[in-house]
């Protein structure tokens, strides 16, 4: 038999290049990866790593490994997730996490509606950005993602996960209230080209890349005049009419905050592609699909509409 932990820890190494890397994702000490993969490599027989100078690679037999252990591991998730429905009703424990202002806008009110109408479930809720999301489903500190990837990311192909769009969240131009543009019904994003910004740090986040992919799609750079990465600190910037910026729809605004949001017109659509991401098998879990359908009301909540599939209706719960 094979314990299929260990394979979970192979592809983690595969994942993140080193035993030290990985065994930080998994919450593990380096020594135990080590022994998880020698033990493994007891039980298939096969040799499944190899010095290359002062580091370790994996040999083409535990390539092979992993790409049928994927498929071990998505089966045995269904398996989990169909027992789990057997006993649908119980209590139990659901973990969430997402990027910040998915955190405000979607999860939290969706993690209230949960608890509302299921007073014994436990949710729990986790900020944190697209890679570490990747991480923590792997893992399973969380069991449903919400976030904006940047494309290709994981690719859609990836076994390990089941990607499906939420929505396609549209951007805003937020202005200070007494600039011109607060009282237009919308405005072109060519027209802010001579405008002062209000944006990250490069790198720090993927709203920076975004803004500046959006402006040179219309054929301008934004002269970037103040740099912040919390949406409360760019609002506040604008706020004193100190620059403009793009918003997110479902951000919320300080009250305090001087602002208005305008639509955007532009050649190409304004957004973010905003996905409920899960562990390959196991999107028909009874909690998971529960709160997948509470995220797709949040959503309509907004006035938007859910891009993906429809979320079945969760069965009835016993009284």
């Known amino acids: 038999m094979i314990d299929l932990r260990r394979l979970q820890v192979l592809r983690a190494v595969h994942q993140h290049g080193t035993v030290t890397a990985a065994a930080a994702a998994l919450h593990l000490t380096p020594s135990a990866v080590s022994h998880q993969l020698r033990e ?3 039980e298939l027989k096969v040799q499944l790593v190899e010095p290359q100078g002062r580091r370790i690679r994996l040999t083409t037999a535990a390539h092979l490994v992993i790409e049928h252990g994927d498929a071990l591991l998505a089966r045995w998730q269904e398996a989990e997730t169909a027992l789990e429905a057997h006993r649908a009703g119980e209590a139990g424990l659901l973990r969430m996490c997402g990027y910040p202002s998915a955190l405000i806008g979607l999860i939290v009110p969706a993690t209230a509606l949960l608890r509302e109408r299921r007073p014994a479930l436990t949710v729990e809720v986790t900020e944190c950005e697209a890679a570490a999301g990747f991480d923590m489903l792997m893992s399973t500190d969380a069991d449903i993602a ?174």
């Open 40 to 42: 493994l490599a007891k």
């Open 146 to 319: 919400v976030l904006a990837p940047p494309e290709g990311f994981p690719h859609p192909g990836d076994s390990r996960f089941d990607q499906e769009s939420l929505l396609e969240e549209p951007f805003d131009l937020l202005v200070p209230a007494a600039h011109p543009f607060a009282t237009r019904d919308r405005v072109h994003l060519a027209e802010t080209a001579t405008e002062d910004w209000v944006l990250p740090m490069p790198d720090s986040c993927d709203h920076y890349r975004r803004c500046m992919i959006f402006c040179a799609q219309t054929g301008f750079t934004p002269r970037i005049a103040h740099r912040a990465t919390e949406w409360s600190a760019i609002s506040a910037l604008v706020g004193h009419g100190l620059g403009l910026s793009l918003y997110p729809r479902l951000t919320g605004i300080p009250l305090a905050h001087s602002v208005v949001r305008v639509p955007v017109a532009a050649d190409i659509p304004l957004c973010r592609r905003v996905l409920t991401c899960v562990r390959g098998g196991s999107r028909s879990h009874p909690l998971i699909r529960q709160a997948l359908a509470a995220l797709d009301e949040i959503v309509l909540s907004h006035g938007l509409t859910p891009t993906g599939p429809p979320t079945p209706a969760p069965a009835p719960i016993p009284t």
